[in-house]
C-alpha cells in the first residue's frame, strides 16, 4: 500500500496559523501543497447589466459561495446600489452567513444559513419564507443541481450571474508528484484533466467532498479507488484526523476524517459527523 507522504490540496493555503490542515501535517509528517484547479473571475459591470437585473428590487439574496458574497458587494458598489437594512441574507452553510460581517452588519434575523451545509436544506428554509422575492447569486456556469432544484422549487426568484470559475491551468513545469489528491467541485476535476488529459491514478488515492465531485471523478478518471465525503459542516470542521482503517480483505485504507470519528469495516461515521463510502480497492 502506498504511504501518503505528499497530499495536494485544490483550494487556497488558509490564512493565519490555525488549520486542521496543519495539525494534519506535523501530527502525520505529511507535505500539504495548496494548489487551486480552478481561480474565479469578476464579471464586469457592464456584463451584468445586460442582465437586467436590479438589485434593490429584492427583498431577499441566497449565496452558495463565499465568493459569491464577495462579487455581490462589489456589484452593488459598482452600480451604486444602496444596501437597506431590511434585505435577508440565505447562505449554504454558517460560516458564508459569519462572512457577511465583512460587509453588513450581522442581524440574527436578517441572515440565514443551512445547518448541515446541503442545497436541499437550504432549499427547505427558503420555502420556508417563500413570500421573499430571492436573488441567487450565481457563477455564469450554474450546478445542475441547484438549477433542477430551482426548477422544482415555488420560489419567486432570479439568477444574478455575477462572477466566472475558470480553469487555473497547471505549468508545464509543475508536476503531480503526490500521493493523494483532495477535490472540492465538480470543475476542479475537469481542470486537472485539461491540465493533464493523460491523467492515471495508478497507486495514488483520490478524495472527494460531495456526490456531485465524485460522479466527476468516476466519469473522468475511471477509478480503481475513491473516497467520497459527504458533509454538514464547513470542511475546517471535518478535515481534522488521519485516520488509518482496516477493511475486511486486509487491505488499510487512509481516510480524512472528523471530530467524533467511530470507523469499522463499514466505515460507520457517527451520525452529525461525516458520512464516507469508498469503492473496493482491487487486490
Do not use: H
Not at 181 to 192: E, W
Not at 210 to 230: V, W
Amino acid at each position: 500500500m502506498l504511504k501518503i507522504k505528499n497530499l495536494l490540496v485544490s483550494q487556497q493555503k488558509p490564512e493565519g496559523t490555525k488549520s486542521p490542515y496543519f495539525d494534519i501535517a506535523e501530527k502525520y509528517n505529511i507535505n500539504i501543497k495548496f494548489r487551486p484547479f480552478i481561480k474565479v473571475e469578476e464579471m464586469p459591470l457592464a456584463e451584468f447589466l445586460k442582465q437586467k437585473i436590479d438589485i434593490s428590487q429584492y427583498t431577499a439574496i441566497v449565496f452558495m459561495a463565499r465568493v459569491g458574497i464577495d462579487n455581490f458587494f462589489r456589484m452593488a458598489n459598482e452600480s451604486k446600489t444602496k444596501i437597506v437594512p431590511e434585505l435577508k441574507y440565505f447562505c449554504l452553510n454558517e460560516s458564508f452567513a459569519f462572512y457577511i460581517q465583512k460587509y453588513v452588519k450581522y442581524r440574527k434575523r436578517k441572515v440565514f444559513g443551512a445547518q448541515s451545509g446541503k442545497l436541499e436544506d437550504l432549499f427547505a428554509l427558503l420555502e420556508k419564507n417563500k413570500n421573499e422575492k430571492f436573488l441567487f447569486v450565481l457563477p455564469d456556469n450554474p450546478t445542475k443541481e441547484i438549477d433542477a432544484l430551482l426548477k422544482k422549487s415555488k420560489l419567486n426568484y432570479s439568477k444574478g450571474l455575477m462572477y466566472r470559475s475558470v480553469t487555473n491551468e497547471f505549468k508545464k513545469s509543475e508536476k503531480l508528484d503526490y500521493d493523494m489528491f483532495l477535490f472540492f467541485s465538480p470543475n476542479g476535476v475537469g481542470s486537472l484533466m485539461k491540465s493533464f488529459p493523460d491523467f492515471e491514478q495508478g497507486e495514488r488515492y483520490i478524495g472527494c467532498l460531495g456526490t456531485a465531485t465524485a460522479k466527476a471523478i468516476k466519469g473522468k478518471i475511471f477509478l480503481d479507488k475513491y473516497f467520497l465525503l459527504q458533509y454538514n459542516r464547513p470542511p475546517s470542521y471535518w478535515i481534522t484526523e488521519l485516520a488509518q482503517v482496516k477493511q475486511g480483505n486486509g487491505l488499510y485504507l487512509f481516510l480524512i476524517s472528523g471530530k467524533g470519528l467511530s470507523a469499522d469495516r463499514k466505515m460507520e461515521i457517527n451520525k452529525g459527523s461525516v458520512y464516507a463510502n469508498y469503492q473496493p480497492t482491487r487486490a
